[in-house]
């Protein structure tokens, strides 16, 4: 079983050895096993994220404040999978919720779940995340080996951009 660690009064992972390829956390009421060299590979392999590539108004008002969406506490915790969460696999703007845009995405990573479950985990400040099969998602950009997941999340963001939204 995964330990957890206190950090502003939220629970983060700490991975357990299982074998010397794949590592293992329990993050909320999800396990996942994952491999952080394959995918810090990949992710090395990729020049920008999703957010860049696409390009549009909504994925540039993203990419802005990225530094600051995320909070420390996923941050650590893509950081421990091997994941760059300046290269998301997808961005999304789903609307207005009053003065914040609603965003949504998912980074890829090597592994796969143990145990999956409905439920988000509370990142904190209104960010939520759980991880899921990748095998339902579009095509990776990089090649992260047989066992494909990702982990998925949602936030609100305030609108940075001087260009307003059409």
């Given at each position: 079983?995964?330990?957890?660690?206190?950090?502003?009064?939220?629970?983060?992972?700490?991975?357990v050895i299982i074998d010397s390829i794949m590592d293992q956390i329990q993050a909320g009421d999800q396990v996942v096993r994952f491999d952080t060299e394959l995918t810090r590979q990949a992710y090395a392999s990729l020049k920008d994220g999703d957010a860049e590539r696409c390009g549009?108004?909504?994925?540039?008002?993203?990419?802005?404040?990225?530094?600051?969406?995320?909070?420390?506490?996923?941050?650590?915790?893509?950081?421990?999978?091997?994941?760059?969460?300046?290269?998301?696999?997808?961005?999304?703007?789903?609307?207005?919720?009053?003065?914040?845009?609603?965003?949504?995405?998912?980074?890829?990573?090597?592994?796969?779940?143990?145990?999956?479950?409905?439920?988000?985990?509370?990142?904190?400040?209104?960010?939520?995340?759980?991880?899921?099969?990748?095998?339902?998602?579009?095509?990776?950009?990089?090649?992260?080996?047989?066992?494909?997941?990702?982990?998925?999340?949602?936030?609100?963001?305030?609108?940075?951009?001087?260009?307003?939204?059409?």
């Amino acid at each position: 079983m995964a330990c957890l660690q206190q950090l502003s009064g939220y629970l983060i992972p700490v991975k357990v050895i299982i074998d010397s390829i794949m590592d293992q956390i329990q993050a909320g009421d999800q396990v996942v096993r994952f491999d952080t060299e394959l995918t810090r590979q990949a992710y090395a392999s990729l020049k920008d994220g999703d957010a860049e590539r696409c390009g549009c108004v909504y994925c540039r008002n993203f990419a802005a404040q990225r530094e600051t969406v995320y909070p420390e506490i996923f941050r650590r915790l893509l950081d421990q999978i091997g994941i760059d969460f300046k290269k998301e696999g997808e961005v999304y703007e789903c609307g207005a919720d009053v003065l914040l845009r609603v965003y949504g995405g998912w980074f890829y990573f090597a592994g796969n779940l143990v145990e999956q479950v409905e439920r988000l985990t509370d990142g904190g400040s209104g960010f939520q995340y759980h991880f899921v099969d990748a095998k339902h998602l579009p095509k990776a950009p990089a090649d992260f080996g047989d066992n494909l997941a990702a982990v998925e999340f949602y936030t609100k963001a305030p609108w940075v951009l001087p260009e307003q939204p059409t």
